[in-house]
């Protein structure tokens, strides 16, 4: 049974049983809001003490990046990198009975309710502690305050990276995504060129081009049309942008702004993380 799903059940006696499921999970203390910016150095490299891994989670708009950094860390640190995207994109092709529902939802650009998110995330979570995962990364949840708080209620996340990035950026990368159809390869042919104005820095990303093999089988995601990017960057700012306070009032989130590409911009959140002197940053950037 699903674990988080069962805090939207009346807390009956199972209540306990997920307290005691999570309590081993919660360990470290998070990061004050006087050290944002400057995290103390992980114990172990990534592990967190009591023998389990970090639990992180990624906020930010559509089209920062979440995915791509988020993935990247998940590599380094040796634990699952868990898209609540992903898993309704896998319920959706799956065409289980809720496959017709969520395709509406989010090709309007909408969230889908609470209830389904928590339901698919706790079932993969579940799945997941049976391999023995104990940790994780987090990107798109939790995406209301609703969501956090039951997040909040289970476990005690470590620490929420904030990806940021100017506006303008962010409906053009999110454009510019395309995937492998065959290898699953993410790539982005957006080309972003700002000029600096108003004290605001220049900006260049370049495109991130698939390889030759992949160049004619790229698919752009049903939801990234400009239409629906837009609602979905509306819906970020309504439902979502709470989620940022949430965690900054309890210390824990370090907010990043996204200097340029890829290469640049990992480097300094490895360096921000404390990462950046492992050999390991080298491999999971390939
Ligand atoms: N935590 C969540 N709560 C509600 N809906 C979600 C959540 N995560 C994903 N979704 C749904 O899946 C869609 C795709 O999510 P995602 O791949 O994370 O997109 P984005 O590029 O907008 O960050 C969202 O627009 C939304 O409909």
Redesign the pocket.
Known sequence: MAVLGRLLRPRTTTFYTIRTFCSSYSTSSPPSSSEIGVIEPLPAFGKITDGRNVQWVFLGC??VG?GTYASRLSKLLCVPHI????L??DELSSEGPLSSQLAE??NQ????S?EI?INLLSQRLEAGEAKGESGFIL??????IR?AEILEGVTNIDLVINLKLREEALLAK?LGRRTCSQCGGNYNVACIDIKADDGNPAMYMPPLLPPANCASKLITRS?DTEEVVKE?LRVYNEKSRPVEEFYRRRGKLLEFDLPGGIPESWTKLLQLLNLDDHEDTRSAAA
Do not use: M, Y
Not at 83 to 86: H, M, N
Not at 109 to 112: F, I, P
């Open positions: 559509p089209g979440k898209a609540t995207g992903d309704v994109r939802i989010v650009g909408k969230l889908v609470d998110i990107d798109g949840f939790p995406r209301t969501q999110c939801d979905r």
